[in-house]
Each structure stands twice: as structure tokens, then as C-alpha cells.
């Protein structure tokens, strides 16, 4: 049968570029974690940035995330 349309999503940064203070700030404001926890999820990566979010919050935070210049993919 066809697949259900997909309706949670994980937000999966693969790449923080050349910008990773950027990236690091951003993740700390969409995960509310500290700099520091935030840094070695970003460092991390392929990083788990929010899980289960729908699509309309989950492309909300991929495209904040490649402002900042990171890589992202919605898994």
C-alpha cells in the first residue's frame, strides 16, 4: 500500500560549515540547551536538533539553521 504521508519529522544537522559559531547559537535557541551543551551537539554531527516536530516546524528550523550556514536534512 502507499505510504502515509509523513507528518513528525527530526530535524538533522550533517554539516556546520564555516560557520559553526552560527550554527551553535542557533541550535542553542531552537534547543534552549546551554552554549556549551549545544556546541558539542553541533559538533556532533550528524546531530539530532529537534525530534518529532511537524513540517511546517521542522522547515522553519532547517531554514533557520542554513541562514546560520549549516547543513541540514529532515529525516
Same mark, same amino acid.
Not at 513528525?8 to 541550535?27: A, I, M, R, W, Y
Not at 529537534?50 to 513540517?55: A, I, M, N, R, Y
Given at each position: 500500500?502507499?505510504?502515509?504521508?509523513? =507528518?513528525?519529522?527530526?530535524?538533522?544537522? =550533517?554539516s556546520?560549515?564555516?560557520?559553526?559559531?552560527?550554527?551553535?547559537?542557533?541550535?542553542?535557541?531552537? =534547543?534552549?540547551?546551554?552554549?556549551?551543551?549545544?556546541?558539542?551537539?553541533?559538533?556532533?554531527?550528524?546531530? =539530532?536538533?529537534?525530534?518529532?516536530?511537524?513540517?511546517?516546524e521542522?522547515?522553519?528550523i532547517?531554514?533557520?539553521?542554513?541562514?546560520?550556514?549549516?547543513?541540514?536534512?529532515?529525516?
Amino acid at each position: 500500500g502507499e505510504a502515509a504521508e509523513q =507528518t513528525e519529522f527530526d530535524v538533522v544537522l =550533517t554539516s556546520f560549515g564555516e560557520k559553526k559559531l552560527n550554527v551553535v547559537k542557533e541550535v542553542k535557541n531552537i =534547543t534552549g540547551q546551554s552554549l556549551m551543551d549545544s556546541k558539542k551537539l553541533v559538533e556532533g554531527v550528524p546531530a =539530532t536538533i529537534k525530534e518529532g516536530v511537524d513540517k511546517a516546524e521542522a522547515e522553519e528550523i532547517k531554514g533557520k539553521l542554513e541562514e546560520a550556514g549549516g547543513a541540514v536534512e529532515l529525516k
